[in-house]
């Protein structure tokens, strides 16, 4: 069965720094889309960052120039590397894969996401 599981997530003051990871077992990281989305409470679904199978990447608005999504092959293994934390980061955030090369814009890439992890939280405070 495929699975993505997350970790490295946690409590920091705003500012600080955080590195999630997500272990991708079965069909790994390197040929497909791979994906990081968030939900904070009470509010829906947010696509955060995407990378391809070529290593590019792209990222919501609300994030640019403080995250950044990198993978390693080798170790079929994801990460968001996010830093300058704000309160309004904080969420659960989830690995997501598409079994495609090819990434949709984040606004559209939710709905052909064919495995999700199970989250993992992340809370800012001020």
């Known amino acids: 069965q495929a699975q993505l599981v997350e970790s490295g997530g946690g409590s920091v003051q705003a500012g600080g720094s955080l590195r999630l990871s997500c272990a991708a077992s079965?069909?790994?990281?390197?040929?497909?889309?791979m994906a990081w989305f968030r939900q904070a409470p009470g509010k829906e679904l947010e696509g955060v960052a995407t990378?391809?199978?070529?290593?590019?990447?792209t990222y919501a608005d609300s994030v640019k120039g403080r995250f950044t999504i990198s993978k390693d092959n080798a170790k079929n293994t994801l990460y968001l590397e996010m830093s300058i934390l704000k309160p309004e980061d904080t969420a659960m955030y989830y690995c997501?894969?598409?079994?495609?090369?090819?990434?949709?814009?984040?606004?559209?890439?939710?709905?052909?996401?064919?495995?999700w992890g199970k989250g993992t939280l992340v809370t800012i405070s001020s």
């Open positions: 990378m391809d199978e070529d290593g590019d990447s």
């Open positions: 079965l069909y790994g990281v390197s040929r497909y889309c």
């Open positions: 997501a894969r598409r079994r495609n090369a090819y990434c949709y814009p984040l606004k559209e890439l939710q709905r052909v996401i064919d495995d």
